[in-house]
């Protein structure tokens, strides 16, 4: 017989057939050409406009939005690309209510902001299904410089460097390119194998060389990338993940929330994942959303997301809490867990609610427990494999200005570094402005640069 | 309630709001459906002579432009006067105004001038029991080519001629129909005066091409290819008739002639404007070839709810209130001294006054570090431009300085008389243009 929602323990295909294909299409769906024409005509052409300053980017967004209006979208695309290479990914996934749409001035009027990020991927999706690529290389520079890791920042200093003329050798550990963009993110923001028609649109630029299945520490050393190039860009994220160190961890059906995402973004048959009839994720984070919100969409009968601290502190934004709530998942703020119970296989969580005090977050006695047949643990990222001889911030690789590491010769961006949020945005912003840094520093004493 | 019920050269309507001369007054079909919307009349689409019809364009006869959200804010036609037979015209004419005769039936007219023509056509009108006629000298498109229409309109001579023809061949009230096509709206104005019209009409539509198809190069509406220029008309025209209103309103010799205000009514309170600048009542076209005829439900509410704030008890109480208040530059008082003022709550911060003030204008306004935008009064000289531009009204507002207070900019005091440039001393010719 088939399983239900309501089929104990973990198992797959919950869902009739056609329900996977629902639940996991668009989840903001493409702007038609007119409705792109009705919200371009809402931007007011701000002076130094607050969009701007709030994207990581600085995208010029009056001028791509005018340029939509105006009946040229692939020129509003290239106003979009040359800030930000990865323009049509962030248009998915940024958190555009914490940024550019917060920013908005039809915000602050009327509580309506422009729909930047859905302009931002009309323009983009135009540009890219015309076909062909907007920029072009500047003469061969001689350089060559290692970019380590195929994610946001990584692609977006690689095109920028490649742009200038440089040789680029993209290293990647996973099987394919994208990093967070085709490993991290839920599969309803990104749709059709996004992530990798992006990759191959941005590589059409030429003079990058993907090598995939290189992880550094195992296939590849710093100091031999040093040797072999003239410059090293460090973009690796955060490949760790943070222990719970909470008794029964080690029970099974206990995963990472980031292994639950990849494995599910990579799968080619969502009905043979197997997921709990009760799913409990711990975290509160744009993660524990992905996991909450895709658990349910598999199938689960009850999910609940609990949090240790108040709602206020989640990393989530509002929207993506929102989004959770509508698909069924509960939030529980203010409660960490104690122990996670079962005889072998997970049973149920066991919670503490907690209180903020001076002295930092205290459990307080009150207890409850949640039935669970599986649990999710999305507490937060961290950085693993760092070459020596590199100075830490934190947990994190310390860079000054424009990724500059404390090694000379190799800069660092994206989650890895030290500085702004763990945003795709951010990613692109430093990649490509470590790239520029990189591009000054390899030119200087060659004579005018030529980019 | 104010009575909007209107008397205009003594042609009785329920309301002032009347359909023009257009493709909404075609035919009997529409303007029974105008009617029961609560039109108070219409002037019927311009008549020609017996015999074979003219004949239309099979291609677009529109083009038009268009605002935000795609708003339409000018029309542009190429359309001829009625293609339908006359004697079919002439009997649903006569049929309509049977049916409503609290309701104003003007028929438009143009045919040859010669006064044959219109010694003709005239008795076959007054047949119908229209209440009036008006004579189509604006038309600018097609029928200007044959002599007729707009060539007429700007001849002056011509224009008082055919006037006097119909006024001496029927005992219907004659309103002339001027175009805009000209320099000075006074000449034809006075010429319909003089050839003894009972009122002017007026704008006509304006000669336009409204753009340029870029694949074909050319002009649009195109027509295999090809385009002409056709007649604008529509809310961008209306600051154009509102002056050619309020020039003839106030002109020494054709004060106190009836006007039907036209161009670009769209709402109450356009018709009000017109009013106000000696229009007695107002017609209507592109705003219900844009919305349809049940917009006049909302100007009639519109109107009535103002007159009613304002306690004007019917529409005489406040015709031609405007035009004394219209005048010339050169007596504008001088020492009216204002400087805008930004509400700082109503600022959503959009900088669009600092741009357009800092591009274009006189660097009057400053941003702050929080994106707060101030005027600088020792640079303001109160143009207006921040007010226009911004999106959120009432945001900017200007506020006069008194008497006695120093204009920041100049460091004078600002007198509390009237001072106007035939009396400033920078004005070479003083003495004379005070007289």
């Not at chain 1, 990865?86 to 940024?94: D, F, N, W």
């Not at chain 1, 290189?214 to 955060?238: K, M, N, P, Q, T």
């Not at chain 1, 800069?411 to 951010?426: F, K, R």
């Not at chain 2, 224009?159 to 029927?170: H, I, L, P, Y």
């Amino acid at each position: 017989m088939a399983n239900t929602q309501l089929t104990p323990g973990v198992v797959p295909g919950r869902l009739a057939p056609g329900d996977y294909h629902d639940n996991f299409s668009d989840k903001t769906p493409p702007l038609s050409a007119h409705e792109a024409a009705v919200a371009a005509d809402r931007c007011y052409f701000c002076h130094d406009a607050p969009c701007v300053t709030a994207c990581p980017t600085a995208i010029d967004i009056p001028l791509f939005i005018r340029e939509i209006s105006t009946g040229t979208p692939t020129a509003a695309a290239r106003t979009i690309f040359e800030q930000n290479i990865l323009g049509g990914m962030c248009a998915r996934v940024c958190p555009t209510e914490q940024l550019c749409e917060e920013a908005c001035v039809r915000e602050a009027a009327e509580g309506r902001p422009v729909e930047i990020g859905r302009l931002q991927r009309f323009a983009t999706d135009t540009l890219m299904a015309a076909g062909g690529h907007p920029f072009t290389r500047a003469p061969a520079t001689g350089k060559r410089v290692a970019v380590v890791g195929a994610g946001p920042a990584g692609l977006a200093c690689a095109h920028r460097l490649a742009m200038k003329g440089h040789e680029v050798q993209l290293f990647d550990a996973r099987p394919k390119a994208g990093g967070l963009n085709e490993y991290g993110i839920a599969a309803y923001k990104t749709v059709n194998d996004y992530a990798q028609a992006e990759v191959a649109w941005l590589m059409q630029i030429g003079g990058i060389t993907i090598h995939n299945g290189a992880r550094l520490g195992d296939d590849l050393s710093l100091e031999g990338l040093r040797a072999d190039h003239d410059a090293v860009f460090l973009a690796i994220g955060l490949g760790g993940v943070n222990a719970l160190r909470t008794e029964g961890e080690e029970t099974s059906h206990v995963h990472d929330a980031v292994d639950f995402i990849a494995q599910l973004r990579q799968s080619d048959d969502l009905s043979a994942l197997p997921i709990g009839r009760s799913v409990v994720v711990i975290g509160g984070g744009m993660t524990a959303v992905d996991a909450a919100v895709q658990s349910k969409l598999l199938g689960a009968e009850k999910v609940t997301m609990v949090y240790r601290r108040g709602r206020d502190a989640m990393s989530a934004s509002e929207q993506e809490q929102h989004l959770a709530a509508s698909k069924g998942v509960r939030i529980i703020t203010g409660a960490a867990p104690l122990r996670i119970l079962g005889n072998g296989a997970v049973e149920a969580v066991e919670f503490a609610y907690t209180r903020e005090t001076d002295a930092g977050l205290e459990l307080s006695e009150e207890t409850f427990k949640i039935k669970a047949d599986q649990v999710f643990k999305a507490i937060g990222q961290t950085l693993e494999g760092a070459p020596q001889g590199l100075t830490l911030s934190g947990r994190k690789i310390a860079v000054t200005g424009a990724g500059r590491t404390s090694l000379d010769g190799v800069w660092a961006g994206g989650d890895c570094a030290s500085g702004g949020d763990d945003l795709t945005v951010t990613a692109v912003a430093e990649g490509r402005d470590a790239a520029e840094d990189i591009h000054a520093t390899l030119m200087q004493g060659e004579g005018p640069a030529n980019g | 309630m104010a009575d909007l019920s209107c008397d205009f050269v003594g042609i009785k309507s329920p309301n002032p709001f009347w359909l023009a001369s257009a493709p909404p007054t075609d035919k009997e079909y529409n303007v029974r459906r105008a009617f029961e919307a609560g039109w108070g009349g219409v002037v019927w689409k311009t008549l020609g002579e017996d015999g074979p019809p003219v004949v239309n364009v099979n291609g677009p006869r529109y083009g038009a432009i268009w605002g935000a959200d795609r708003r339409l804010l000018g029309l542009n036609n190429i359309e001829l006067i009625t293609d339908r037979p006359l004697e079919v015209n002439l009997r649903e004419i006569k049929s309509v105004k049977r049916d409503y005769p609290d309701r104003a039936v003007v028929v438009s007219l143009m045919v040859p001038c010669e006064e044959e023509a219109w010694k003709k056509i005239l008795p076959l009108v007054e047949e119908t029991g229209a209440d009036g006629i008006e004579l189509n000298f604006g038309c600018p498109h097609g029928m200007s080519e044959r002599g007729m229409g707009a060539a007429v309109g700007q001849v002056p001579e011509y224009v008082e001629m055919v006037t006097r023809w119909c006024k001496q061949n029927t005992r219907m009230p004659v309103i002339v129909k001027l175009t805009p096509n000209i320099t000075d709206i006074r000449l034809s104005s006075r010429a319909a005066h003089r050839g003894g019209a009972d009122a002017v009409s007026l704008i006509n539509t304006i000669n336009s091409i409204t753009s340029v198809d870029l694949d074909l190069m050319a002009p649009e509406p195109t027509i295999d290819g090809k385009g002409t220029h056709g007649g604008y008309c529509g809310p961008a025209v209306k600051p154009i008739a509102l002056n050619m209103v309020a020039e003839i309103a106030r002109d020494a010799q054709t004060r106190g002639l009836p006007i039907s205000g036209i161009g670009g009514v769209t709402t109450w309170k356009d018709a009000a404007e017109f009013m106000a600048l000696g229009a007695g009542n107002v017609q209507v076209c592109t705003a219900v070839m844009t919305y349809g005829f049940k917009i006049v439900q909302e100007m009639i509410s519109g109107l009535s709810a103002w007159m009613d704030q304002k306690g004007h008890a019917q529409l005489s109480d406040f015709v031609g209130m405007a035009v004394p208040n219209v005048s010339d530059w050169q007596y504008l008082n001088l020492n009216y001294i204002t400087k805008a003022e930004i509400d700082q709550d109503a600022c959503i911060k959009c900088g669009r006054c600092y741009a357009a003030c800092e591009d274009t204008s006189h660097q009057a306004i400053a941003m702050g570090e929080d994106r707060s935008f101030t005027v600088k009064d020792e640079e303001c000289v109160a143009c207006n431009l921040c007010v226009d531009v911004c999106p959120v009204e009432g945001c900017i507002t200007m506020r006069r300085l008194a008497p006695g207070e120093v204009d920041p900019r100049t460091g004078k005091v600002v007198p509390a008389e009237y001072g106007n440039w035939t009396q400033h001393p920078n004005n070479p010719g003083k003495t004379c243009a005070a007289e």
